[in-house]
């Protein structure tokens, strides 16, 4: 999760160059989660109806690179940040091979690691700049709309446009899957280009049960 209105995570190029320098091939490996979790582009799992294609980064140490050394040039300050997180010693681990890969493309990550509680407030105030987070995305969109709509108070990333806003209150009037779909895609493709969130994948479930038992179309 960025802080769109903290410098220089306010810099859509800064919030690119993370995304582009994460090998998520390499996040799996420390998770050891290859085959169960499944890579994401954005809040919705390829293989749901609602993804859409968007402009979201992919892996691209060099232009990474050349996004970080464009901000540097044009601003005089070196990209420098606070990346907050838990205290368990597997997710410090975790936290320092996403920081290791961010230095490889010239930014410095200073790692925080904090009890939930206490990170879950800095986010709800505002004051944090990159901090690890979950929840949002991967079902039914009407579901995010409280993260993404302007109007909530719970858009912590703080990005948000007025299209993105009409989009969200459209897509909850309607009831054609189609026509809901046409209205989240607006959302997507903000969210790709903006990249108030780097999406680190989502789990793959599977249910299993008798074939007399009823109502699991609600976990499609």
């Not at 609602?50 to 980064?57: G, I, L, M, R």
């Not at 901090?131 to 009407?142: L, N, R, Y």
């Not at 997507?188 to 999406?199: F, K, N, R, S």
């Amino acid at each position: 999760l960025f802080n769109t209105l903290n410098a220089p995570l306010a810099d859509v190029r800064i919030r690119r160059a993370i995304v582009m320098a994460t090998d998520m091939t390499r996040i799996f490996d420390y998770l050891d989660a290859t085959g169960v979790k499944q890579p994401t582009f954005g809040p919705y799992a390829t293989g749901s109806f609602w993804y859409v294609e968007s402009d979201y980064p992919t892996y691209d140490l060099e232009g990474a690179t050349a996004l970080v050394e464009e901000y540097v040039a044009e601003t005089g300050n070196a990209v420098e940040f606070e990346y907050a997180g838990g205290q368990d010693p597997f997710i410090v681990g975790l936290m320092e091979l996403y920081q290791s890969m961010w230095a490889e493309a010239g930014m410095t990550a200073n790692i925080v690691s904090r009890a939930q509680p206490e990170n879950i407030a800095a986010v709800i105030g505002g004051n944090y700049q990159v901090t690890m987070w979950g929840g949002v995305g991967g079902a039914d969109p009407d579901d995010d709309y409280d993260d993404f709509h302007s109007g909530t108070g719970l858009n912590f990333s703080g990005f948000n446009t007025p299209e993105v806003d009409a989009a969200l209150e459209q897509g909850r009037a309607l009831s054609d899957p189609e026509a809901r779909k046409e209205q989240y895609a607006v959302l997507q493709e903000a969210l790709g280009e903006q990249v108030p969130y780097l999406w680190a994948g989502t789990n793959q479930y599977g249910v299993i049960a008798k074939s007399d038992v009823l109502g699991f179309g609600a976990f499609d």
